[in-house]
Each structure stands twice: as structure tokens, then as C-alpha cells.
């Protein structure tokens, strides 16, 4: 399974970490209800790959809003040692497997946190240089769970399907509410035609007004 991931030249050593982390994915699945990918061929595509593709600097404090089995916060520490991550997760069973990968790879400076990112101690507002988010809800919600937590010049990773066009339309309240601004957007495709994808880069401009976030009904039912 390795070839699909030839173009991120990754050393053995982190390949071997992979491979054991896909182990564990499975074996662990059913006590942790994880992911319905069990496939081998999948899992390396649609969950390595599809985390491999972010491209840092390699030295940022990142968060993982909604991080379920780890995508793509673990595997992005599996290939940029030298980050710092915070991996935000409300689901307490979710957050025992990621503590077993952790100690089962031995990998440092991984933090796991188990609330709901509008209930994050006010110690992490304006903490973070990037914040990721996978398979979340939707673009206008994410944004305001996570940019008052990023720092001024920091940046949320919005990652999304194909139809991520919409979603972008309808975030323009949204970004100009919390002083923020698309500054980019990457279009991939995975191998195997298994799906278009698109990372939507948004940049924060200024502090975050302390009203936001409000609670998770109000970010619902009346988003930005």
C-alpha cells in the first residue's frame, strides 16, 4: 500500500508508523466504532493520503477540530515530527483510541483533548498557527468553532468534497463577521478515482470579537 504514498517521501520509519497505526484502526475499529473504511487499499487512500497532502513548515502548534481516529492531525505529526498538535475530540471513546495510538508510536508533543471545540478552555484562544478540520459540518460552522481559537496570520485548513463551491458562497458573512479571508484553495484528486477534494485555506486577519464562539445551538441554528 505504500505506492499510493510514493510522492510524500516518507522514510521507512514513518511508513512502519502507518502501518501500525492502520492496524490498530482495525483491529480497535469495533470497541471504538472508528470509521466504516476498513479497507486496506481505502484507509491508505482516503484517510493517509487524503491527511498527507497538507503541506507546513513543519514546526506549527496545530489543532484537529473533530479529529475522530486521528485524520489528519496523527498523521500529519507521523510526517512532520516536529509540530505540536492538539487533537480536539467530544468523544470520550474516541479520544481513548487516539491516546492508544499515541503510546503505541510513541510520538511527543500530542495533546489529546476530549470537549467540544466551543467549550475549549479560554487558554487556547488565539493559541494556534493552523487548525484542520475533516468530515465536519459545515464551512460557516467550523469557522467560527475555530477561528477564535487560531492566532492573528493563522490559518483554518477547511477540507471538503467536491461540492465545497457552495459552502464557500455562503461563508462570506461568516468570514467578514470574524475579520478573516479565503487566501487560498488546493484542488486534488485522489488515486484510484476514489473522490475530488478541495482544502480551503482561510486566513485571520484580527482578533475575534469575545462574543464568538457562541454555543453550538446558536452557531446552528443561526450560523453567521
Given at each position: 500500500?505504500?505506492k499510493?504514498?510514493?510522492?510524500?517521501?516518507?522514510?521507512s520509519?514513518?511508513?512502519?508508523?502507518?502501518?501500525?497505526?492502520?492496524?490498530?484502526?482495525i483491529?480497535?475499529?469495533?470497541?471504538?466504532?472508528?470509521?466504516?473504511?476498513?479497507d486496506?487499499?481505502?484507509?491508505?487512500?482516503?484517510?493517509?493520503?487524503?491527511?498527507?497532502?497538507?503541506?507546513?513548515?513543519?514546526?506549527?502548534?496545530?489543532?484537529?477540530?473533530g479529529t475522530?481516529a486521528?485524520?489528519?492531525?496523527?498523521v500529519?505529526?507521523i510526517?512532520?515530527?516536529?509540530?505540536?498538535?492538539?487533537?480536539?475530540?467530544?468523544?470520550?471513546?474516541?479520544?481513548?483510541?487516539?491516546?492508544?495510538?499515541i503510546?503505541?508510536?510513541?510520538?511527543?508533543?500530542?495533546?489529546?483533548?476530549n470537549?467540544?471545540?466551543e467549550d475549549?478552555?479560554?487558554?487556547?484562544?488565539?493559541?494556534?498557527?493552523?487548525?484542520?478540520?475533516?468530515?465536519?459540518?459545515?464551512?460557516?460552522?467550523?469557522?467560527?468553532?475555530?477561528?477564535?481559537?487560531?492566532?492573528?496570520?493563522?490559518?483554518?485548513?477547511?477540507?471538503?468534497?467536491?461540492?465545497?463551491?457552495?459552502?464557500?458562497?455562503?461563508s462570506?458573512?461568516?468570514?467578514k463577521?470574524?475579520?478573516?479571508?479565503?487566501?487560498?484553495?488546493?484542488?486534488?484528486?485522489?488515486?484510484?478515482?476514489?473522490g475530488s477534494?478541495?482544502i480551503?485555506?482561510?486566513?485571520?486577519?484580527?482578533?475575534?470579537n469575545?462574543?464568538?464562539?457562541?454555543?453550538?445551538?446558536?452557531?446552528?441554528?443561526?450560523p453567521?
Open positions: 500500500m505504500d499510493y504514498l510514493e510522492e510524500f517521501a516518507l522514510s520509519e514513518q511508513l512502519n508508523k502507518l502501518d501500525i497505526y492502520y492496524k490498530l484502526l483491529s480497535e475499529n469495533q470497541k471504538y466504532n472508528l470509521t466504516s473504511i476498513t486496506k487499499e481505502e484507509v491508505y487512500i482516503k484517510h493517509f493520503y487524503d491527511s498527507l497532502i497538507i503541506n507546513l513548515q513543519g514546526d506549527e502548534v496545530i489543532g484537529d477540530i475522530g486521528g485524520f489528519p492531525g496523527l500529519l505529526k510526517k512532520y515530527p516536529h509540530l505540536k498538535v492538539y487533537l480536539i475530540e467530544s468523544n470520550q471513546k474516541k479520544c481513548g483510541f487516539l491516546n492508544l495510538v503510546e503505541s508510536l510513541n510520538l511527543k508533543d500530542v495533546y489529546v483533548i470537549a467540544r471545540a475549549l478552555d479560554s487558554k487556547y484562544r488565539e493559541f494556534f498557527d493552523l487548525i484542520v478540520g475533516r468530515a465536519v459540518s459545515s464551512m460557516r460552522i467550523f469557522l467560527e468553532l475555530s477561528i477564535p481559537f487560531l492566532k492573528v496570520e493563522g490559518k483554518v485548513f477547511v477540507m471538503k468534497g467536491k461540492n465545497y463551491q457552495t459552502e464557500v458562497d455562503e462570506s458573512s461568516t468570514l463577521t470574524l475579520n478573516s479571508e479565503i487566501c487560498d484553495i488546493i484542488k486534488y484528486e485522489l488515486p484510484h478515482k476514489l477534494r478541495a480551503i485555506k482561510v486566513l485571520k486577519k484580527k482578533q475575534t469575545k462574543l464568538y464562539p457562541r454555543t453550538y445551538n446558536l452557531i446552528k441554528n443561526k453567521l
